[in-house]
């Protein structure tokens, strides 16, 4: 079942484009998951958001559009927690592990949405398929920022970080993608405890 928005004013929609974008979003998410990509059209994005259908065509041109705001808003959400919580960190290796739960708690709370990145990448425009990438790129940097610092500090041994960043990525991913298998014997906390315990091994110093 996916939430149908009450139907905003004319003056919300003009006013709240933060609110409005996202309830596109949600809303088209939700639908998606629901009806298939293919079988889900703007105008039916539109009225179940609430949103007249010329402002909904004012955020997004098409559908291949809409699938990158959903991944646009998972890395600012993540972007904008990790930013929070590790403004005043100093120490790699604290900073690593928030970001890696952070990270991970993300991708748990908006699983629907990395669902559909994986089962419908493939369909998208040439743009959108660009951009989606280069955000996955911006997401391993901010892991790769974190990892040089500890290896410049002699807290992580040498590693090749820009691979490091990208298991990191995949190990949070395996998450949703395989959570018909761990939800059987794990919780989220304990495997993120397992996952923080496999990435400290690997890039554990010998110094």
């Given amino acids: 079942m996916y939430r149908t928005y009450k139907k905003l004013t004319v003056l919300d929609q003009i006013t709240s484009s933060d609110k409005v974008r996202r309830q596109i979003v ?4 939700n639908l998606y998951a629901r009806k298939g990509f293919a079988s889900t059209s703007i105008q039916e994005i539109s009225e179940a958001a609430g949103v007249s259908l010329p402002v909904t065509y004012h955020y997004v041109k098409n559908k291949s559009e809409i699938m990158r705001l959903i991944m646009e808003d998972l890395l600012e959400a993540f972007r904008e927690n990790l930013t929070r919580e590790i403004a005043d960190i100093r120490d790699p290796e604290e900073k690593l592990a928030i970001a890696l739960i952070i990270y991970h ?3 748990d709370r908006e699983k629907e949405k990395v669902l559909l990145f994986y089962q419908k990448s493939a369909s998208l425009d040439r743009t959108s398929k660009t951009r989606i990438m280069q955000m996955e790129v911006d997401i391993s940097r901010i892991f790769a920022a974190i ?17 490091m960043a990208y298991n990191i990525i995949i190990m949070a991913h395996m998450w949703v993608l395989k959570h018909w298998h761990f939800k059987n014997r794990l919780t989220l906390d304990q495997y993120i405890d397992n996952q923080l315990a496999t990435v400290f091994h690997a890039l554990e110093s010998s110094h």
Avoid at 147 to 163: A, H, N, P, S, Y
Wanted: charged share 35%.
């Fill in 26 to 29: 949600d809303t088209a998410a």
């Fill in 105 to 107: 708690r993300i991708l």
């Fill in 147 to 163: 990892l040089e610092d500890g290896i410049t500090q002699g807290l992580f041994r040498k590693v090749d970080i820009d691979l």
